[in-house]
C-alpha cells in the first residue's frame, strides 16, 4: 500500500494558507495545520490579532477537517528576526523582517518542527512555485504577478526547497478567494493582512521610539541649508516623502521633499526636492550575506533582472565582483531609491537566482533613464 504522503501546513488564520491547506486535502495529502505565534511582547487586541487569527484558523481547520497545532516561536523570533531588525535600524539602515522571518522561523523552526511531527513536506500560502529539474530545486515567480512573493524567500536552500510545497504558486488571488468561498470557509472574505507581523495596525514610528531611543537633529539640503528638524534618523527611510514635516522652499518651489541621504555621524537628515533628483537615483549597488537558491553564484557574464524592494517592476542587470560575501550589481537604468538594508533578489527570467543585502548604492549617471519606482519596503506586507 501506498504511502500517504504528510504535510503541516503553516496556518495564519488568513485565507491563503487556508485554501493551501484545502488545496492539499483534497489532492489526498495527510494534512496537519500548524498555527504560530511568533510575538508576545504587546499583544494585545488593540494592535495584535492573534488570538483572532487563531481562532479563525481552528475554524478553518474544523470545516476542513484537519488537525490543529499551536506553536509558540516567540522566542525564536526575538532571537533571530526582532534583534538583527533593532540593529539594523540602530545604523541606519531599512531591513525588511519578512525576509529574515521567512529564512528563520518559517522555512527553519517551523520546518524542524514539522518534521519532528512526522511530515514528509510543509506548506505554506505563499504565492511562489518550486520546480526540480534534474535533482535540482528552482524557486520560481507565482503565475499571479501582482502577488509574487519569491523576492521574500529568495534566501531559502535546496534542501528546504526540497522540503516545500507551495499550493497557491500556479493560482490567482480572484481564485483563492473564490474557492474559499465556494468552499465555506469562514473566513473567505477576511482582508489580507499588512505590514510587519509584530507591529500590527499601530504606528510605526510609535512602535519603534519604544525599542530606539529618539535622537533629533537637522533635516538639510545637499547644500546644508537646513529646512527643518528630525525625530530620529532611524525613523526615516531613503525615498519616504511623508512625515517629513517641510513645505516648499522659500522661494517658492513647491516640489515635494524626500530622503536622500542619512548623515550618521552629524545626526543630519538630508533631503532633495522633486522625485527625480539626481541623489535619489542610482545605477549601482553592492550587496553583501549573499544566498544562492542552488548554492552556487550566477555567473557574472550573463544580463539578468533584479529588484531592490518588493513592489517593482524587473530592472535588467549584470553582476560583478562576484565572491563569497559580496557581489556588486550594475543596472542599465537608473533605479529610485536604492535603500541599504533592503534586500536585491536577482532573477533570470521566472527563476529567482537568490541575492543579498544592499550595503551601498553608487550615484547615477544624469544621462541614463531613471526606473521609477515605490518606497522602500519599510513596512512589508506578509505572506501566510
Known sequence: MAHTQKIVV?????????????????QGYEVIGLFMKNWEDDDTDEHCTSRQDLIDAVAVADRIGIGIEAVNFSVEYKDRVFSEFLREYRAGRTPNPDVLCNAEIKFKAFLDHAMQLGADRIATGHYAQVREIDGRHQLLKAEDGTKDQSYFLYRLNQQQLAKTLFPLGALYKRDVREIAR????????????TGICFIGERPFREFLNRYLPANPGDIVTPDGVRVGKHMGLTFYTLGQRQGLGIGGTRDGDGDAWYVAQKDMQKNRLIVVQGHDHPLLLADQLEAIDLSWVSGEAPHTQWVYSAKTRYRQKDAACSLSAVNSDRCVVDFAENQWAVTPGQSVVIYESRVCMGGGIITSARRAQPSAPRDAGCPPDATPGSAA
Open 182 to 193: 465556494r468552499e465555506g470557509l469562514p473566513n473567505h472574505d477576511k482582508k489580507d493582512s
Open 10 to 26: 503553516g496556518m495564519s488564520g488568513g485565507v491563503d494558507s487556508s485554501v493551501a491547506a484545502l488545496l492539499l486535502k483534497q
